[in-house]
């Protein structure tokens, strides 16, 4: 999809006054994949993992990254995804924080769901700055943002969390036990009951990472993110898949990035793909970089760019059928997917095919 000048900086104004944009193949011919996607086998529930309380039979949890501090937004969120999904199937919540939970933070959230619920703590290596990080230059970076009037400029716990989410929330002792996640964050919406589990759904299909929502990256935060990811694919082509996503990536064949990402505040996905050798020898890459603090990449582009080349197209899934609205911007289900799921939102009311979503090019890459 051809997108106009005006309509990106629009976007761009959008995304300055309202939220930051989340931290979400060579031209030769890679005749390798280097993620398979699960069996039915693999499929079953580890017995280190707590069980269910519902229907639910897959080696899943729902994964929420929040502070104490989060506590109303994290009750609103829990509430819409227990109605309209989790009161039936009853998958176990993982709360992680990098300080410990407090216990009325404990006592509030445990009477939002009968499911079980564990709370963790994030090891102190895996949050914040590493040592080695040149201070000064990453002060220089952040003064540089700040000076553009970027959105989370100066935020260095920011790119913490656009760097755990990177790279270490699934080494997490409290998520070794499951495969498949949905990650949830505080204040955000679902619309539409899920009648239908879209952990079965990945597995039946062969699927490794879901979306509902995918857009475009502010360029300034990630100015030598694709250079970064160039050199990699040099280095290791045999893990670039061979029927990639690189078209939903860029429109030149991998030479620039076009700066599409799917928005990775939700994500239901497969954790042995972020624990595979491919995507642990990217991100041990990108990190040593350390672009998560001389500039500010986030999760949203590092996940999507690793999806789109690492796997084959084929096992990337948008959940077009899940309502879901992180602000500003939400997912609209239509037609029979909106009287379905008995759906609350307008279904013209979405970013599907807005100026500044990238869900034609994503289609495109199927028709």
């Known amino acids: 999809m051809n997108v106009s000048v005006v309509g990106r900086k629009k976007f761009l104004t959008i995304l300055l006054s309202l939220v930051g944009a989340f931290c ?24 280190n993992a707590p069980l269910p309380t519902g229907r639910g039979t897959a080696n899943a949890t729902l994964v929420f990254l929040a502070r104490n501090s989060d506590l109303s937004g994290v009750i609103s969120s829990m509430q819409h995804l227990e109605e309209k999904f989790n009161k039936e199937y009853g998958y176990p919540w993982v709360f992680l924080n990098e300080e410990p939970f407090s216990d009325d933070f404990k006592t509030a959230v445990q009477k939002e769901s009968s499911a079980p619920i564990s709370f963790g703590l994030i090891p102190s290596k895996d949050w914040y700055q590493p040592d080695w990080i040149d201070e000064e230059r990453a002060t220089e970076g952040r003064d540089k943002m700040k000076a553009a009037n970027i959105i989370y400029a100066d ?23 499951y495969r498949y996640y949905w990650r949830v964050e505080p204040d955000i919406k679902y619309f539409c009951d899920v009648t239908y589990d879209p952990f079965d759904y990945l597995r039946d299909n062969k699927k490794t990472y879901g979306f509902t929502i995918s857009f475009y990256e502010w360029e300034k935060t990630i100015p030598t993110l694709w250079a970064t990811v160039k050199e990699f694919m040099a280095l290791h082509p045999e893990h670039i898949a061979s029927e990639n996503a690189m078209n939903y990536l860029s429109d ?22 972020w624990r595979s050798e491919a995507y642990t020898s990217f991100f041990d890459f990108l990190d040593s970089k350390g672009g998560f603090y001389y500039e500010r990449w986030g999760d949203a582009p590092v996940h999507s760019i690793a999806a789109a080349l690492f796997l084959p197209k084929s096992q990337l899934h948008f959940f077009r059928d899940i309502g879901y609205r ?5 997912h609209c289900p239509k037609g029979d997917d909106w009287v379905r799921g008995m759906c609350t939102c307008n279904s013209y009311d979405t ?17």
Not at 252 to 273: K, Q
Not at 356 to 364: G, N
């Open 326 to 330: 992180h602000e500003p911007f939400q």
């Open 24 to 47: 979400i193949r060579l031209l030769i011919p890679f005749t390798s994949s280097a993620f398979s996607s699960t069996s039915d086998q693999d499929f079953s529930y580890n017995t």
């Open 351 to 367: 970013l599907d095919y807005a100026p500044q979503s990238c869900i034609s090019r994503y289609e495109k890459m199927f028709q």
């Open 155 to 177: 935020n260095v716990p920011y790119r913490n969390m656009c760097r755990f989410n990177s790279g270490f929330f699934y080494k997490h002792p409290l998520l070794q036990p």
């Open 252 to 273: 030149n064949g991998g030479d620039t990035y076009n700066l599409c990402h799917f928005w990775s505040n939700f994500e239901i996905a497969d954790m042995d793909f």
